[in-house]
T-cell receptor, first 114, second 114 residues
Framework: AQSVTQLDSQVPVFEEAPVELRCNYS??????LFWYVQYPNQGLQLLLK??????LVESINGFEAEFNKSQTSFHLRKPSVHISDTAEYFC????????????FGKGTKLSVKP | EPEVTQTPSHQVTQMGQEVILRCVPI?????FYWYRQILGQKVEFLVS????????KSEIFDDQFSVERPDGSNFTLKIRSTKLEDSAMYFC????????????FGDGTRLSIL
């Protein structure tokens, strides 16, 4: 069985500060890793994904995440956040090589204050 | 950019009634999914559908639930006799063929059972 843990349910930060949203997973098989973002009253949007290759992946809006196999982590980071980054962020895994379902973490609400 | 669309955005139904949630996946996608998110809880997988049949389902997806792709464009989730605990946000998702293809989500249908 697979599971995803997002330890921080809420993360308040000031604008232009750095942020790290933590994600750890547990799986007996290799997985793909994803971060999704949910803005208020909207659906889940794919932010970035790790499938293979370089362990550091980046999104178009400045977020990055690093796959760490030994620590089974896929933490999301941004060096300088904007008000518009306020949203809920979900980490998810899927069994490598499958088209199967995503297993989600509980989500982290990022609140960026001016 | 093509989107997954879901209707209605909010559905209010009396307990015991049948409800059908509708989704139009991205047109060239082949894999379809339903997830739900009870308020304050994780996004949970319900069912995946490929080649006109269910490929995987969770324990939540019991005999009260069914899915259908009636006309080659819509993908529906039916709950036969709704219960109070079915109140949740229901998300439809689709993905293209190819291992590692990410799932694209709709904005969800908020189902409220009275």
């Amino acid at each position: 069985a697979q599971s995803v843990t997002q330890l921080d349910s809420q993360v308040p930060v000031f604008e232009e500060a750095p942020v790290e949203l933590r994600c750890n997973y547990s799986s007996s098989v290799s997985v793909y890793l994803f971060w999704y973002v949910q803005y208020p009253n909207q659906g889940l949007q794919l932010l970035l994904k790790y499938l293979s290759g370089s362990t550091l992946v980046e999104s178009i809006n400045g977020f990055e995440a690093e796959f760490n196999k030994s620590q089974t982590s896929f933490h999301l980071r941004k060096p300088s956040v904007h008000i518009s980054d306020t949203a809920e962020y979900f980490c998810a895994v899927r069994t490598r090589g499958s088209q199967g379902n995503l297993i989600f973490g509980k989500g982290t609400k990022l609140s960026v204050k001016p | 950019e093509p989107e997954v669309t879901q209707t209605p955005s909010h559905q209010v139904t009396q307990m015991g009634q049948e409800v059908i949630l509708r989704c139009v996946p991205i047109s060239n996608h082949l894999y379809f999914y339903w997830y739900r998110q009870i308020l304050g809880q994780k996004v949970e997988f319900l069912v995946s559908f490929y080649n006109n049949e269910i490929s995987e389902k969770s324990e939540i997806f019991d005999d009260q639930f069914s899915v259908e792709r009636p006309d080659g464009s819509n993908f529906t989730l039916k709950i036969r006799s709704t219960k109070l605990e079915d109140s949740a946000m229901y998300f439809c998702a689709s993905s293209a063929s190819g291992v590692g293809s990410p799932q694209h989500f709709g904005d969800g249908t908020r189902l409220s059972i009275l």
